[in-house]
């Protein structure tokens, strides 16, 4: 659908293979074409703005103009850049020193959230752990039956007091779970949270009380591969309204590029631990920074 | 605020709030080349006249006379069938309450069919709807087949004599053809009992450059009719809609504007064009002018209230 980013460069750097420096119309041609591949790729454009900026600076530098190949070379610097920001200090979950380790997912509508409390369930299980899920989305319809098909699926006992469809309060779920996973020895609570915009202050304020009633060791924000140029004000809004310690990103299995990845790691500055690629539980993996840069360039 | 002059800073805005708006590169560039042209004829000064010159060139990308009515209800001897297609999560389940809510405000009787037999409680969910607004849903077991669901509820609506047959099905990406291919065959087993009168494609508007291959993939596989371009409740501008319908020929014909009943509008190209180009755009922005048209704000949150479907009404 797209041509990769080196197909691109290679038309302007045919001519100036192994001519040493780069002029500075050669620089702003490769930054155009940089510029494009990742506009198609989805990044959002203040991002693309300061990467650029970024990648021209290396452009001028020595390495480039020593380079026996200076196209491979730039190519070489975007793909570094890209691993840079998108790896950031990779890092595992943290686990609380006194169980139960709180878990809480937040995102926008539909971006996966449940799906993924079902997979991380399974995922903690298989590693010995005893998760327990909490429903607390008490309002998209039947979101609490979805999350005890998934529990059930997964072998892993869901926390539902309450029926949910606009029954309950979620809050009160959340902080009363705590204590049945003390009773039933849980080390690992899970929240999964109705879908949320990032303008919607009342929603965004009880995410907050969610939060609070629950002090969660982990705020994971799930976040949709195919989403576009929204990713920035969607992750503000999440990074300021909940706080978020780290990204998931879903429905990677798709084609979509996935720039929203580097605007999102730009923005909330939090690692992306996880990738969601499927609809079934195991469809799971941690996130592989080089393969995502790989993919957002096209190669 | 005007400048006197078109420097490249007033070129460059435009750009960007094209491209901010998920209408994409390719999009963007053609709309900026054809501005560039007619501010050269029509000896454009301003950054303001730029910008209205900006909202007729996206109102012309849409075409206003596009045919954007909802083919709903069926001819008095056969319901008419709407199939609602999509990738997951977009809100197809949602936009089949909604839609049936509407048909059902206005006197017709409409059947559900929870062709999701895949998704944990998928069936439940759209039930759920059913009892909101007030329509029967037909079901079949979970992991069943989805076709032999689908051909059910329209065979339940038949015998009913139903107007409108709503067919949900699962969310699927469209680069799996397997499940495409499941796709197809529930439409065409649907056709053994007459044709599809609408598949509607659900898109969400937060959803980025990929948009336009979900239609494509989509449209191949089940003639897509309409667009239904959903959350548009939030700050996503839904950009991409342009190059599909510019593309494939495929007009939006509702937005979704919430997670509530009546939640849904008709698409107004003006109203979209002139939100798309608000920068300011906040909270809401779309819903807020929904309502403003209907005579009044839009209450926030309406799961629960039963108002009247007052801002869509069915042709
Ligand atoms: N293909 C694919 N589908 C996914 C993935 N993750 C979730 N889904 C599907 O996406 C849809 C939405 O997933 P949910 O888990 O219900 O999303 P959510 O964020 O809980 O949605 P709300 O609770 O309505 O906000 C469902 O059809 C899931 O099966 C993924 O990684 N890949
Ligand atoms: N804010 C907002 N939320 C919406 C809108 N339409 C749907 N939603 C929400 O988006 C989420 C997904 O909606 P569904 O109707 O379940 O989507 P779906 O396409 O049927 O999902 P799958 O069947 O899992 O593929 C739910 O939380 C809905 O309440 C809308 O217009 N605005
Ligand atoms: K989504
Ligand atoms: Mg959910
Ligand atoms: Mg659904």
Redesign the interface.
Known sequence: ?FDSLSERLSGIFNSLRGKGRLSEADIDATAREIR?AL????V??PVVKSFIHNVKERCRGAEVSKALNPGQQVIKIVNEELITILGGEARRLSFAKNPPTVIMLAG?????K?TLA?KLAKWLKDQNHQPMLVAADL?????V??????GE?AGVEVYAPEPG??VGDPVKVAKESLAHATRHARDIVIIDTAGR??????MMAQAAAIRDATNPDETLFVI?A?????AV??AEAFRDGVGISGVVLS?L?????G??ALSVRQVTGQPIMFASIG?KLEDFDVFYPERMASRILGM | LSRDRLDDDAWEEIEETLLMADVGLESTNRIVERLRERVKVLGTRTAEELRGLLSEELTAALDPSFDRALNATGDGERPAVLLVVGVNGAGKTTTCGKIARVLIADGHSVVLGAADTFRAAAADQLETWGKRVGSTVVRGPEGGDPASVAFDAVKTGTEQGADSVLVDTAGRLQNKTGLMDELGKVKRVIEKQGPVAETLLIIDATTGQNGLEQARVFTEVCQVTGVVLTKLDGTAKGGIVIAVQQTLGVPVKLIGLGEGPDDLAPFDVQQFVDALLDDSRSVGGLKRLAGDRAGGPAPRREHEHGGTARRYRAP
């Open positions: 659908m494009m506009l198609e790729a989805d959002a454009l926008l509508q539909g971006a996966g449940t079902g309002q998209r319809p039947n979101a039956q979805q999350l005890q098909v998934l699926r469809s606009g915009l990032g303008v919607d202050e009342e949709d195919m989403i576009g140029q929204d004000a969607t429905k299995d798709g084609d979509a590029r720039g929203a609809e």
